[in-house]
């Protein structure tokens, strides 16, 4: 498969909102209704390239952001600039900047949690959500941090190794180019591999993420070497930093957002994800039930992994206009 052509409308700019210049890609009439699309870690919302024109040409206004911390929009320093009020903050911002009141928010992996932000803590701007990869999940009971070490004890987890400044960032930032190879042609394990990789995934050690991650022997037919080369490129540049903030704010989330425990997530949701994504192991989709109360579905695409968007554009980009072609939007 080969990297899409820029659809004919598609431009990019940088959009000052919310304290930050974010590089945003944007397709569709002008008139069309937003749809944000989210992206996840590490990604750009480059991840997005299959999706803009399918929906550029349906009659929407496809607004893609670099999210903060990532390629061409501004990282900020301090820890907290990336908590989940400033994160759906930009999307927010992005949307006024439109002179749109609502928007559809559509968001992968960590763009997931974002946009189920933005429909918690914005539900008046946001028409409708869907997340893939990850499920819309509630506030939890205690602070995540703290469940994951209940969960782990003395085994290797990521989002715990991710939390001190500095080590994780230099792992992932040792060797860009091996770092983007193994995450997006390494990640989701080989059929019958999934308890093995799990486990050596969580094997306590002293090795990093990136580490525990295989080498793979070549390239899914997904990706071609041109389009991991625009990943490699970027994070060579920028380094990981930006993006691990995000994780490093899991408490910072939960703490002020106590007005959120007990609620539902009350507007139009869908959520997609691959049949081989590991992240299934640790957030089925069970995960919404009782949270969500308008739900319109879930689908699970076979032969995907974590990296599902780019995967199976096709299956994905039917399954993102069959839901919005569902919902009220005026």
Not at 53 to 77: F, K, N
Not at 228 to 246: P, Q, S
Request: proline share 8%; net charge negative; hydrophobic share 40%.
């Amino acid at each position: 498969m080969t990297a899409p052509a820029p659809h004919p409308t598609q431009t990019e700019r940088r959009v000052a909102t919310n304290g930050v210049e974010l590089h945003v890609l944007e397709a569709g009439p002008s008139d069309g209704f937003p749809v944000v699309l989210s992206h996840g870690f590490p990604e750009l919302g480059y991840s997005w390239r299959h999706q803009i024109a399918p929906l550029a040409d349906a009659g929407y206004r496809v607004i893609v952001p670099d999210q903060r911390g990532y390629g061409r929009s501004d990282a900020p320093e301090p820890i907290e600039a990336y908590d989940i009020h400033n994160l759906t903050g930009d999307l927010i911002g992005l949307l006024d900047e439109t002179g749109h009141d609502k928007a559809v928010f559509i968001g992968h992996d960590w763009g997931a949690m974002v946009v189920n932000g933005v429909a918690t803590l914005h539900e008046e701007r946001c028409a409708a959500v869907m997340t893939m990869s990850v499920p819309l999940l509630p506030r939890g009971p205690i602070a995540p941090t703290t469940l994951f070490k209940q969960i782990f004890g003395d085994s290797f987890f990521y989002m715990l190794y991710f939390q001190e400044p500095g080590v994780a960032d230099a792992e992932l930032g040792r060797d860009a180019a091996a770092t983007m190879t193994k995450m997006l042609a390494g990640l989701t394990p080989p059929k019958g591999q999934e308890a093995e990789t799990a486990m050596a995934m969580a094997a306590p050690g002293d090795a990093g993420f990136v580490d525990r991650i295989p080498m793979p022997e070549g390239l899914p037919d997904w990706l071609s070497q041109e389009e991991l080369d625009v990943y490699i490129t970027e994070f060579t540049r920028t380094g990981f930093t930006g993006g691990i903030n995000w994780y490093r704010n899991l408490d910072r989330n939960w703490e002020t957002t106590e007005q959120l425990a007990g609620a539902k997530l009350g507007v139009p949701s869908a959520f997609l994800t691959g049949a081989n994504d590991p992240v299934n192991l640790m957030s089925p989709a069970a995960v919404m039930d009782g949270y969500v109360t308008d739900h319109r579905g879930t689908t699970v695409v076979e032969d995907a992994g974590h990296w599902v968007q780019q995967e199976k554009p096709g299956e994905v980009n039917e399954a993102i206009l069959s839901f919005l072609g569902g919902l009220d939007l005026r």
